[in-house]
Nanobody, 115 residues
Framework: QVQLVESGGGRVQPGGSLRLSCAAD????????MGWYRQFPGKQRAVIAA???????TYADSVKGRFTISRDDAKNTVYLQMNLVKPEDTADYYC?????????WGQGTEVTVSS
């Protein structure tokens, strides 16, 4: 059974930082590209950051230069360092493989950017 468990969300002021973590169990983690997805209320989840099994990264324009995705294959964990956050980053954040599998979605972690 696959489990992806996101953590690290919370409330942060504009301009601040957060580090999200996603611990994976039940998948061959090192063999998969991983992604962070974001969901706004009433909208579909969309990938905002991706990292290949080789460590190459890509970002959505909305987060490029502010967010950094990384992975630790020894810990089966993918991270999202969020810097210079903005109110429009307020959303639920999820991780999944690339391309995602519906059955792999976890509970996500909520990020609220507000002063």
């Amino acid at each position: 059974q696959v489990q992806l468990v996101e953590s690290g969300g919370g409330r942060v002021q504009p301009g601040g930082s957060l580090r999200l973590s996603c611990a994976a169990d039940g998948i061959n983690f090192s063999a998969n590209a991983m992604g962070w997805y974001r969901q706004f209320p009433g909208k579909q989840r969309a990938v905002i950051a991706a990292i290949t099994k080789g460590g190459s990264t890509t970002y959505a324009d909305s987060v490029k230069g502010r967010f950094t995705i990384s992975r630790d294959d020894a810990k089966n964990t993918v991270y999202l360092q969020m810097n210079l956050v903005k109110p429009e980053d307020t959303a639920d954040y999820y991780c999944n493989i690339i391309p995602f599998r519906v059955a792999y979605w976890g509970q996500g972690t909520e990020v609220t950017v507000s002063s």
